[in-house]
């Protein structure tokens, strides 16, 4: 197996690394690879920062690694390999009435990047996040392959989900499937006039799944506007899919300018009717929306971007105001701001989710944006919140260690399984992530 150095670049284009990259098509080139020395894994370089990311070092690309090894009807598991795409499983099983049970935005999202950052979906508020889902994982460890599962070396798997990839490599995962209706989704949307409707329908909403969008540059009684969609799988005739497009180059600074944003975000919220509306969509056009436009994330031009997402506990929803009227006055949001309701359901030590509001706002890279977001962190930081470590490319390890108070149990398992800190990404140096301290 060659190595071949190549610049790669986190999902918001801001920050990179020259590594060398290893891309093994089968277990028996992986072993080959790592029986002379250890290399972080890297599936398809969706997260928004530098999670993937080891300058100056080594890193196995596993999305070659994309094989499904079996699934049982009777109980609904499938096992695949670690580089296998949650959209392709969506593509290839929810014809058949079988579902990822959870699935995040993008379906370019591979399983072994959907445990270590243990994803959620637009049904957090019933199902959980994606770990658990998880019935087992096959880790290589130190160049011994382990089963670990919520029964057996637990807290090895509750340092695995959720733990960027530092207690060793995802080879294959066993998850449980739901059933669905079939592959096309009913997604009833309305209009929502301001943050307090906006918490009060998500709080009573009973569709399985809902997600928000939010006007992030309305202000004063708007604030907090946008849309609320609701969605059931259902059978039947498929409508047809809109073409995917591309982004063919990096656009121009002016195209995400204040007045433009807007100008979209205002003709987008009107789209929907006052009565609201039901249609038909294919599955994978409700659940992963911007894969569409291939390379979406040039639009923000070369300078690239940053998101922020954070999750504040239902009682605070008064500090997701002030979140979003900074935002607002701020005019450095984007048109991509989404709300959603979390419930209490997480599988790791170092699992974003917990019960309460979450908020992901979209900034270009300018010198405005990382002045504002350390205070937004700072923000959800007061109130018990904390921030999603697969968006952020602007925090520290001061601001992100207080927010997850399992951070100390899941650092001395990374330290076992990786005493050489060999497995260290460029987020876990820029975070002091292994810290105990």
């Not at 990179?16 to 290893?22: C, R």
């Not at 940053?306 to 999750?311: A, K």
């Not at 509001?357 to 979209?362: R, S």
């Not at 399984?417 to 876990?428: C, E, H, S, Y």
Request: with cysteine.
């Amino acid at each position: 197996m060659r190595w071949k150095t190549d610049t790669v670049t986190g999902w918001g284009r801001v920050l990179s690394a020259a590594s060398e990259i290893a891309r093994p098509e089968r277990t028996s080139a992986l072993n080959a690879i790592l029986a002379s020395e250890n290399a972080p894994a890297m599936g398809n370089r969706r997260s928004y920062g530098d999670a993937p990311l080891n300058d100056g070092g080594k890193s196995i690309d596993m999305t070659r690694l994309d094989r499904i090894l079996g699934f049982d009807e009777s109980t609904g598991i499938l096992e695949a390999e670690a580089g296998c795409q949650l959209g392709e499983l969506t593509r290839l099983f929810a014809p058949k009435g079988w579902l990822p049970a959870v699935l995040p935005g993008t379906g370019f999202a591979t399983i072994g990047g959907a445990i270590a950052m243990d994803v959620h979906g637009k049904n957090h508020h019933n199902a959980g996040s994606f770990g658990q889902h998880v019935e087992a994982i096959t880790l290589l460890v130190q160049g011994e392959k382990k089963t670990i599962s919520p029964k057996r070396n637990a807290s090895l798997f509750k340092a695995t989900v959720g733990g960027m990839g530092q207690t060793g490599i995802i080879l294959s995962a066993k998850i449980k499937m739901l059933p669905c209706k079939g592959d096309v989704i009913m997604v009833t949307e309305r209009r929502v006039d301001g943050l307090d409707e906006f918490l009060e329908l998500l709080d009573n909403s009973s569709a399985t799944y809902t997600v928000g969008w939010i006007d992030a540059t309305a202000k004063g009684s708007a604030l907090g506007r946008g849309i609320l969609e609701e969605g059931e799988t259902g059978s039947g005739l498929v409508p047809a899919r809109s073409k995917s497009k591309s982004v063919p180059f990096n656009a121009p600074s002016f195209a995400l300018s204040p007045l433009t944003v807007r100008l979209f975000n205002k003709l987008y919220f009107r789209r929907v009717p006052d009565h609201g509306r039901t249609s038909v969509k294919p599955i994978t056009d409700f659940f992963f929306p911007l894969d569409r436009i291939y390379d979406w994330n040039r639009l923000y031009g070369k300078r690239g971007f940053h998101q922020f997402q954070c999750v504040v506990p239902v009682a605070e929803a008064a500090t997701l105001r002030e979140i979003l009227t900074q935002i607002a006055h701020s005019g450095l949001a984007s048109p991509l701001a989404v709300l959603k309701r979390m419930g209490a359901g997480s599988a790791g030590y170092m699992s974003f989710p917990m019960e309460g509001y979450t908020l992901a706002v979209d900034f270009p890279n300018t010198e405005a944006a990382r002045a504002l977001v350390p205070r937004l962190e700072k923000l959800t930081a007061e109130v018990g919140g904390r921030i999603y470590l697969a968006k952020d490319s602007l925090s520290s390890g001061e601001r992100i260690r207080p927010m997850y108070p399992d951070h100390a149990t899941w650092s001395a398992e990374a330290a076992k399984a990786d005493p050489t800190g060999a497995l260290k990404t460029d987020l876990i140096r820029r975070l002091d992530l292994r810290s105990t301290k």
